[in-house]
């Protein structure tokens, strides 16, 4: 027993845990390609009936393929200024651009949606690292609301202009 737990004790001293402080490095389908269509990427505001007395800013990406006849899939992401960002850690407009023009990803729309403010004014800069007061009511609280904001209310905005 006492060679097991010395074994033990040597691989973590060989071997030390990592502290997840490591930088992520960008692939290159985040990166901005040549000759690759670009999306376009739109913002808006609308105010909530489902968190009621609430005002959101959100995001549309629409692939440059997008076809008025067809269509398409939709995916929705939560913080949307993070992930719409095309110089940020995540960048998804580029990747989408990237992965649709090589056929990896088919043509769909993106959704940005940021957490609701719960005055009639948004930040001030829209590229600014909001705060909304009302984040962790919509995003810890364990109810439908925040599911129904996400299916039931931003896609029919969305659809008066796109299908």
């Not at 992401?77 to 088919?106: I, K, S, T």
């Not at 800069?125 to 995003?139: A, F, Q, V």
């Amino acid at each position: 027993m006492r060679v097991v737990f010395l074994l033990f004790v040597v691989s973590l001293v060989a071997h030390p845990a990592s502290g997840g402080d490591e930088v992520y490095k960008l692939g290159d389908e985040s990166m901005r390609h040549e000759g690759v269509s670009r999306g376009e990427v739109t913002e808006h505001t609308w105010k909530s009936a489902i968190f009621p007395d609430t005002i959101r800013r959100y995001w549309l990406y629409v692939p440059a393929q997008y076809d008025k006849a067809q269509p398409l899939g939709v995916m929705v992401f939560q913080d949307g200024h993070a992930y719409v960002d095309v110089e940020g850690q995540f960048r998804v407009p580029v990747v989408f651009d990237n992965l649709m023009h090589r056929g990896e990803l088919p043509p769909l729309i993106g959704i940005f949606i940021d957490p609701g403010h719960l005055k009639d004014a948004l930040p001030p800069k829209p590229g600014s690292r909001p705060s909304p007061e009302n984040r962790s009511l919509e995003y810890d609280t364990l109810s439908a609301q925040h599911a129904r904001l996400s299916t039931e209310e931003n896609p029919p905005e969305v659809a008066q202009t796109h299908r």
